[in-house]
């Protein structure tokens, strides 16, 4: 990683990117990564979508009940308001803020800060989401983190959705998602397509 290259005293403005399917960590590492930057008295400030309402209103927590304070914000654009002054930002859950989160990243990077998102890379369908493909593009780092496939043990691809809703956007936990690697979320998916069928015919 670049800050175990060149040291901490030596903070160029950049942006490191988390992703991977839920479950894998992403929050997580980003609590990892703030906590250590105040622990070498940085600066930091963390943002979350205010539609992430699933452990806190106002912490950013993972799944393994970590947390850190946050701020929740509605828009990209209240990030690049509130992050002046600071060393580090956090964001967390980014592909549910639009693509002008690309364009504040970059700002923020380029007035000295250092800045973390983490995200899923992709949705239900296994499609890219939200603006996370464009920062994967700028992001001067990228670590994509796993979890394991509930089904095989093999490294997970995607998240599943359990429950039966055409909406990108589903808050929820294990109850409503799960892990897959690539080939069990092809079955998964295929598996669901036929249950759809299946019901649309019925009820004609």
Do not use: W
């Amino acid at each position: 990683m670049i800050e175990n290259l060149i040291g901490e005293t030596h903070r160029p403005g950049r942006i490191e990117v988390v992703c991977g399917s839920m479950f894998s960590g992403k929050t997580e590492e980003l609590i990892r990564r703030l906590k250590r930057a105040k622990i070498a008295r940085q600066q930091v400030m963390i943002f979350k979508p205010v539609i992430d309402t699933r452990y806190s209103d106002v912490q950013v927590v993972s799944h393994d009940h970590n947390s850190i304070n946050s701020t929740p914000v509605k828009d990209p654009q209240a990030i690049l308001k509130s992050a002046q002054g600071y060393d580090v930002i956090g964001i967390d859950e980014a592909q549910f803020f639009d693509d002008s989160l690309v364009e504040v990243c970059n700002k923020l990077a380029y007035h000295g800060m250092r800045v973390i998102v983490t995200g899923l890379d992709m949705d239900y369908l296994g499609q890219p989401f939200g603006p996370m493909p464009k920062l994967l593009a700028i992001a001067d780092e990228v670590t994509k983190v796993h979890a394991i496939c509930v089904k095989c043990g093999s490294l997970a691809y995607a998240s599943h959705r359990l429950v039966r809703s055409n909406a990108q956007v589903m808050l929820g936990e294990k109850d409503r998602y799960e892990p897959l690697c690539r080939d069990c979320f092809k079955k998964a998916l295929e598996e669901d397509r036929r249950n759809a069928r299946s019901k649309n015919l019925f009820e004609e």
